[in-house]
């Protein structure tokens, strides 16, 4: 092995070893077969070429829009799922909500009074903010706010000065408060409402920034990685995966929409808190990974494709869809009814709460039912949009039976969701929502 | 969507006769009067793309002083793609030199 041919084996390196053992040998005849007869070592235009292209194969998705799309929605999820992470922790150890009882203690004792506390999005670290509304003359609030003041110093605060605005300072065991007392419109005609604004913790913004970083490069590596599994994987593998993966990442989606929607107004690690959606969803993401690394691949790399049947291929991938997502809300259906009818409970026994179905079905049973009925009542029906026309085009062009078994699953893509709206569907849904 | 200029010259490249890596690289080069050289890593990514599509198939392999040599055809799919583009290509140039022709008239003017 002359040394210019070692160095090309070297830079390979870069290439992963699936694809050195395919492609390897014949890499380095063609380098070497471009290379002039004095050149022992590789031009450096060749060397970043290589290293490009074998840190492409390792890390990036595959070649394409679709996949580039989905790396980045993957990016997305796991970078909100860092960052919810993060937010539950560093919420859990903040003093943030017990500003409300410091208020709480100031209020006049004999004054009706309304309040609300809620963090500020914009703000991280600083003081709290409480703000004192009086339905009153102006020229009482020199005398309220010094009442205020004074009640706040016999609750063992240190108070500072009072500055123009009805302003003063409040400190007590490293817990500061800015307090503003002036006269002005109440909620709901009360004598006086108050409003406690609080910050995040200081802490938060870096380590939210690190996470949501952290976590969006490893959720587009990890989706990369997947993509690049799927497209090698049989068409059975890869509509595992994508039946699992897509859910997944919609219900993590989702979770993250229901926080954004939720945190305004409220007091913090509840609206971080996870909830049913986003387990579901790292759950259905992890099994995806697990899917991706365990499925054989479809054959060597440089093999000749068979020619395809698009028509068919198609017609066999949407109706496998519709019974992925069928067979589930099937399912939870029977459930219910048997356990109806074991137990002898009537339906509003059932949707007591007494007869939960995370304690009726393990967990390894609940949680894939759960993953694809969620998603089937979402997306069996606009699959619709795809069967219905290949119904009328696979009409002849396919065989009968392949034919029927897409009418069939079509027709259940429509009528199971449809039952869900029924009496009895509806507390078959409330009872399997728990 | 309109094609790639080095992978158009890929496909035409291997459209009269099977060729190897460095055959692609050569022809690639020639064909494009030197405008495009490709490098490997850049031409096995294309490769692998277009096999992928189904574009382009292993014809061959050969082994030349202990060397492996993997030769690739077009597939039909493959011919057809490349059909489509040169009609693309041909129909956009129809069109520019018409509008270029009607541009002369005018500024010369209607013949009287």
């Keep these: 092995m002359s040394d210019l041919e070692r160095r090309y084996r070297r830079l390979l390196l870069a290439y992963p070893r699936a694809y050195r053992r395919e492609r390897g040998d014949e890499l380095v005849t063609t380098l070497l077969e471009g290379a002039p007869p004095d050149r022992v070592r590789p031009a450096a235009g060749d060397a970043w070429d290589l290293l490009r292209g074998g840190l492409r194969l390792r890390f990036a998705p595959p070649h394409g829009r ?16 860092a960052l919810a992470a993060t937010a539950r922790t560093t919420l859990d150890d903040d003093p943030g909500d017990q500003v409300l009882a410091t208020a709480m203690a100031l209020l006049p004792p004999d004054a009706g009074s309304t309040g609300v506390g809620d963090r500020e999005w914009t703000s991280f670290g600083g003081p709290t903010e409480l703000v004192f509304t009086f339905a009153t003359e102006p020229s009482a609030i020199d005398g309220l706010t010094a009442d205020i003041r004074a009640r706040a110093v016999a609750q063992g605060f240190t108070a500072g000065p009072l500055e123009p605005g009805h302003r003063f300072t409040l400190d007590r065991a490293g817990q500061t408060a800015v307090v503003s007392v002036a006269d002005g419109e109440t909620y709901a005609g009360t004598a006086m409402s108050f409003e406690a604004r609080f910050p995040w913790p200081a802490a938060l913004l870096p380590a939210g920034i690190a996470a949501l970083v952290l976590g969006g490069l490893t959720g587009w590596l990890a989706s990369a990685w997947t993509l690049r599994r799927f497209r090698t994987r049989r068409p059975a593998g890869q509509l595992a995966i994508a039946l699992v993966g897509v859910p997944s990442l919609l219900f993590v989606a989702a979770a993250a929409i229901g926080t954004v929607g939720a945190a305004r107004g409220d007091l913090g690690p509840a609206v971080w808190a996870g909830g049913f959606f986003e387990r579901l969803g790292i759950l259905g993401l992890l099994v995806t990974l697990l899917l991706a690394a365990v499925l054989p691949r479809a054959g060597p790399l440089v093999a000749a494709r068979p020619p395809r049947d698009n028509l068919r291929a198609g017609i066999r991938l949407v109706t496998v869809a519709h019974l992925a997502f069928g067979l589930p809300i099937a399912a939870v259906f029977v459930t219910f009814t048997v356990r109806m009818l074991v137990t002898g409970a009537d339906r509003a026994a059932m949707v007591s709460g007494a007869h939960d179905p995370k304690e009726v079905l393990p967990l390894a049973v609940f949680a894939p039912i759960a993953l694809l009925y969620y998603a089937g009542v979402v997306l069996s029906p606009l699959l619709l949009l795809v069967s219905v026309p290949l119904l009328g085009v696979g009409r002849g062009r396919v065989g009968p039976m392949t034919w029927r078994v897409l009418l069939a699953a079509a027709i259940s893509a429509a009528v199971l969701p449809a039952l869900l709206l029924t009496p009895y569907g509806g507390d078959v849904a409330t009872w399997w929502m728990d | 969507m309109a094609m790639q200029e080095p992978t158009f010259f ?43 599509e189904g574009l382009l198939v292993v014809d061959r392999e050969e082994a030349v002083e202990g060397r492996l040599r993997r030769y690739y055809r077009l597939t039909d799919d493959g011919t057809g793609a490349l059909s489509a583009e040169v009609e693309r290509l041909r129909a956009n140039a129809a069109m520019a030199a018409a509008r270029l022709r009607r541009t002369t008239k005018l500024a010369f003017g209607p013949a009287s």
């Design chain 1, 66 to 81: 679709r996949y580039r799309v989905f790396a980045l929605v993957g990016a997305l999820a796991v970078g909100y799922l």
């Design chain 2, 10 to 52: 890929i496909l035409t490249a291997l459209a009269e006769q099977p060729l190897h890596g460095y055959g692609v690289i050569r022809a690639v080069t020639e064909l494009s009067g030197g405008r495009i050289t490709l490098r490997a890593g850049t031409l096995y990514a294309a490769l692998d793309r277009l096999t992928e």
